[in-house]
């Protein structure tokens, strides 16, 4: 059925651009207050206007996760950077930024991509994990400041430059935080950070070098359970730091838990916020100087604000369930598959009414499911599902697999939307391929 499917969109297809596949939207009674409304639109309006899937995210709720973080902070000299591979959107990048977050970059693209979004060197941090030395050496040069995780780099760091430009170190603290194995980057086997056992070696190096040392820094997994076991781990941050003079900042990465089910846990970071702004106090007071507090927010300013929106392609009444198939799936958020995370999903056209099980799936040729039996208000053929917690780790983990085009991606500012990101084509597909046969 595929093979047809494919085969015939091929053949009926004369010009390359036309291919762009974006399922036409059907008509589906729609009451238009009783439907998701993002950021001033309805999904529905959304769809028509710019097709599906579609990726739409709300500035709204970006400000508002922003301030949160700020005001549990505002007792200290702190600083958020964005972690922007999260989404890395140029619109939402300078929204953020204009919102007063730097950028914590993972590669050298990322690092330029925040130049180019008018982000200045002094507020882009660069947190890169086994990456070439060139890599190092041009964010250095570019007088971006570099948090180096492997001994061989602050080595190479040091012989190149000395203590002419400052660097941070990123302290693998071995805390074996929560959430998904693949999330987990602290433990003892974690290829991320030097180690806090390797101390004496990291001394030995800064001093024969007389390297500039202005911050440490560590990220130690996904999710923050509770203040007091998070401070518990900052204490090692605290500890080390008493090692190095000319600190500026203690950088304590992310790990903010966004509720993604109903009854999920989320960080609690008004609690946070106190009980680290009391305990950094404290301990700015024995180090003997003011030193500002760091962290690296990635989707816990970018979850909630997206929606990856889709729409139901087919009803399958199978003997043991009902599945949706969608015109969308892995190959746009691959979040459920590659790590069993839940997002929730909703039929958007209609928010209350009589509820049925559904297992929703993708269109993908491969094991592709975006929830298992979920409670959903009774679907159609045409229906618009919306998938909630896609504004982190979604398009910016998306693919093109089995040809198919990654959706355009919405901003939602002051309930107007704005084409951030357009569809793309097979021309887009096939542009870095080099034919050879003729
Ligand atoms: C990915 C990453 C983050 C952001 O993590 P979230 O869980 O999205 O908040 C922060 N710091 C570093 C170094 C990262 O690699």
């Known amino acids: 059925?595929?093979?047809?499917?494919?085969?015939?969109?091929?053949?009926?297809?004369?010009?390359?651009?036309?291919?762009?596949?974006?399922?036409?939207?059907?008509?589906?009674?729609?009451?238009?207050?009783?439907?998701?409304?993002?950021?001033?639109?309805?999904?529905?309006?959304?769809?028509?206007?710019?097709?599906?899937?579609?990726?739409?995210?709300?500035?709204?709720?970006?400000?508002?996760?922003?301030?949160?973080?700020?005001?549990?902070?505002?007792?200290?000299?702190?600083?958020?950077?964005?972690?922007?591979?999260?989404?890395?959107?140029?619109?939402?990048?300078?929204?953020?930024?204009?919102?007063?977050?730097?950028?914590?970059?993972?590669?050298?693209?990322?690092?330029?991509?925040?130049?180019?979004?008018?982000?200045?060197?002094?507020?882009?941090?660069?947190?890169?994990?086994?990456?070439?030395?060139?890599?190092?050496?041009?964010?250095?040069?570019?007088?971006?400041?570099?948090?180096?995780?492997?001994?061989?780099?602050?080595?190479?760091?040091?012989?190149?430059?000395?203590?002419?430009?400052?660097?941070?170190?990123?302290?693998?603290?071995?805390?074996?935080?929560?959430?998904?194995?693949?999330?987990?980057?602290?433990?003892?086997?974690?290829?991320?950070?030097?180690?806090?056992?390797?101390?004496?070696?990291?001394?030995?190096?800064?001093?024969?070098?007389?390297?500039?040392?202005?911050?440490?820094?560590?990220?130690?997994?996904?999710?923050?359970?509770?203040?007091?076991?998070?401070?518990?781990?900052?204490?090692?941050?605290?500890?080390?730091?008493?090692?190095?003079?000319?600190?500026?900042?203690?950088?304590?990465?992310?790990?903010?838990?966004?509720p993604y089910k109903p009854d999920d846990i989320a960080t609690d970071v008004e609690s946070l916020g106190e009980t680290m702004t009391a305990r950094f106090r404290e301990f700015c007071a024995e180090y003997g100087r003011e030193l500002e507090l760091w962290f690296e927010p990635g989707k816990f300013l970018v979850s909630a604000s997206g929606y990856l929106l889709v729409t139901a392609t087919v009803l399958k009444q199978t003997p043991s369930c009902v599945f949706i198939g969608t015109d969308s799936g892995l190959n746009h958020l691959i979040r459920p598959m590659l790590y069993d995370s839940y997002h929730g999903i909703i039929n958007a056209d209609q928010l209350q009414g009589t509820e049925r099980i559904y297992t929703v799936v993708g269109c993908i040729c491969e094991t592709d499911t975006f929830g298992v039996d979920r409670r959903l208000v009774e679907a159609q053929e045409g229906t618009i599902l919306a998938l909630k917690n896609a504004g982190a780790y979604g398009y910016a983990m998306s693919s093109n697999y089995n040809l198919r085009a990654r959706p355009a991606e919405v901003l939602m500012l002051n309930g107007r939307p704005h084409l951030i990101r357009r569809r793309e084509t097979l021309e887009d597909m096939m542009r870095l391929q080099v034919e050879v046969l003729g």
């Open 1 to 258: 059925m595929e093979t047809t499917e494919m085969g015939s969109t091929v053949m009926e297809t004369t010009e390359m651009e036309t291919t762009e596949m974006e399922t036409e939207p059907i008509a589906v009674a729609v009451s238009p207050d009783s439907a998701l409304n993002i950021g001033g639109q309805s999904a529905r309006q959304l769809v028509e206007q710019f097709g599906s899937p579609l990726y739409v995210y709300d500035a709204e709720v970006i400000r508002q996760h922003y301030q949160r973080l700020a005001n549990a902070f505002s007792g200290v000299p702190h600083r958020l950077l964005y972690a922007c591979k999260a989404n890395n959107n140029v619109a939402v990048i300078k929204f953020i930024h204009q919102l007063g977050a730097g950028i914590d970059a993972v590669s050298a693209n990322e690092v330029e991509l925040a130049f180019r979004c008018g982000v200045p060197a002094s507020q882009i941090l660069f947190t890169p994990n086994c990456v070439a030395f060139s890599e190092v050496e041009y964010a250095a040069e570019r007088g971006v400041l570099v948090n180096i995780d492997n001994i061989s780099v602050l080595e190479r760091f040091g012989q190149k430059y000395g203590g002419s430009k400052p660097c941070a170190i990123r302290i693998n603290p071995h805390i074996l935080a929560g959430g998904n194995a693949h999330i987990q980057t602290g433990h003892i086997d974690s290829k991320f950070g030097i180690s806090i056992h390797q101390m004496r070696h990291i001394l030995r190096i800064v001093s024969a070098y007389q390297m500039n040392v202005v911050g440490l820094h560590m990220h130690t997994g996904s999710e923050i359970l509770d203040a007091q076991t998070f401070v518990t781990g900052a204490e090692i941050l605290f500890d080390a730091a008493f090692q190095f003079p000319d600190l500026q900042f203690l950088d304590f990465g992310s790990g903010f838990k966004v």
